[in-house]
Each structure stands twice: as structure tokens, then as C-alpha cells.
């Protein structure tokens, strides 16, 4: 299993859609998550971090935390053609001196 | 304030070759990391500086690839006699080793090195 992981995609949503994206951890003590996102042929930025249980909202981004059941989710309510990107989850694992392990990261497209 | 910095852009090498690849950091991080980004893959984790501990360097794939950090600034990525499977994009990151309320720091990345081996 690996440590990680995000459905690859691709994922499409019709503009104005509420895009769902999900991430599984392997470690059930891990205790800090990350989305990035990464346009084609750029590098990633961040866009969300969350640390407890529950939703966390910045804008149209919602992250929903769920220890219990080791996973990890990013909303975009309204999406746009512009939200086209690769989005990437990354965890902090325990024991981890480099800190974040990531996931291979769910293509996302919005349709216009 | 200038962010990560990555040189060169772009590097097409032949097979057999040795490449080296420069990351400048944001002033102040103390952490850096090298990824590598294969075609439509996630980030592979190579190696991670942390002020003047030694490298975390588990995520190297063979004794080909080396990493140094001059300074705790600049970081130089040397890949020896370089071979096709080495072609993807080189990314470096840089974060204060600490955010907020005890939490790993954000990871700032650079624009990467394209690399092409022939």
C-alpha cells in the first residue's frame, strides 16, 4: 500500500460544479495535510493545509480532514475552467525528518 | 522578495554524461529538498537539507545521484554518467523547517530543471 494515494484522474467537472477530490493515508497517527496545485509544465503551490478534524474553507477551496477513516478531501464549489490543474495531497507522516510524503496527484479539468 | 531559483531551465545531456543541477533557495529556509517529477507522476522525494544535520538522503535511487549544500544556502544536485531513465524534471523546495503552531513549514518550490537525457 502505498503511503499516499490519490486517484490519478482524469477528473472532469462542468464549469460551475462542485469538484470532489480525495486522499488516503497510510499512517494513522500522520497529523499535518497539504494540497497543492500544479498547472501543466509548472511547479506545485499550495493552496490548502489542514490539521484537525472537520472542513477548513478559504474561498471556493474547502479541505475536509477525517482521522478516523485516514482520509483526506479538497472541495471547489464553482469550479472554473481555470482550476485545471493537477492537484497533489501531501502528508506529514510520523517518524518523516523530511516531512511531507506525496501522492501521485488527480488531474482536474473543468469543462467550459 | 525573490522566490526558489532553479538553474539551468532546461538541460539535454547525452547518455553517459554527468549534469549538475542549482538550487537557490529563499533566504532564510532553512530546510531544502530535491524531488524528481517523472511525466505525469507525482513527486519522487530525493533528498532533504536540514540547517547543519546530515542530509536525509533516502530518496536517492542509486550512488549516481549526490547532493550537496554549500553554506546551508545554494544546493547543487550532481547526477554521474546519467542514463535515459534519469530524464524528468528536477524539482527543489525550500521551507522553514517550522510553521506555525509546531508545523512542518510550507514547502516553496522552485520552477525546475527539465532534464533530457539522450
Known amino acids: ?112 | 522578495g525573490a522566490g526558489v531559483s532553479q538553474s539551468p531551465s532546461n538541460k539535454v545531456t547525452e547518455k553517459g554524461k554527468d549534469v549538475e543541477l542549482r538550487c537557490d533557495p529563499i533566504s532564510g529556509h532553512t530546510a531544502l529538498y530535491w524531488y524528481r517529477q517523472s511525466l505525469g507522476q507525482g513527486l519522487e522525494f530525493l533528498i532533504y537539507f536540514q540547517g547543519n544535520s546530515a542530509p536525509d538522503k533516502s530518496g536517492l535511487p542509486s550512488d549516481r545521484f549526490s547532493a550537496e549544500r554549500t553554506g546551508g544556502s545554494v544546493s547543487t544536485l550532481t547526477i554521474q554518467r546519467t542514463q535515459q531513465e534519469d530524464s524528468a524534471v528536477y524539482l527543489c523546495a525550500s521551507s522553514l523547517r517550522i510553521g506555525g503552531a509546531g508545523t512542518p513549514g510550507t514547502q516553496y518550490f522552485g520552477p525546475g530543471t527539465r532534464l533530457t537525457v539522450l
Open chain 1, 1 to 112: 500500500q502505498k503511503e499516499v494515494e490519490q486517484n490519478s484522474g482524469p477528473l472532469s467537472v462542468p464549469e460551475g460544479a462542485i469538484a470532489s477530490l480525495n486522499c488516503t493515508y497510510s499512517d494513522r497517527v500522520s497529523q499535518s495535510f497539504f494540497w497543492y496545485r500544479q498547472y501543466s509544465g509548472k511547479s506545485p503551490e499550495l493552496i490548502m493545509s489542514i490539521y484537525s478534524n472537520g472542513d477548513k474553507e478559504d474561498g471556493r477551496f474547502t479541505a475536509q480532514l477525517n482521522k478516523a477513516s485516514q482520509y483526506v478531501s479538497l472541495l471547489i464549489r464553482d469550479s472554473q475552467p481555470s482550476d485545471s490543474a493537477t492537484y497533489l495531497c501531501a502528508v506529514k507522516l510520523p517518524g518523516s525528518a523530511r516531512q511531507l510524503t506525496f501522492g501521485s496527484g488527480t488531474q482536474l479539468t473543468v469543462l467550459p
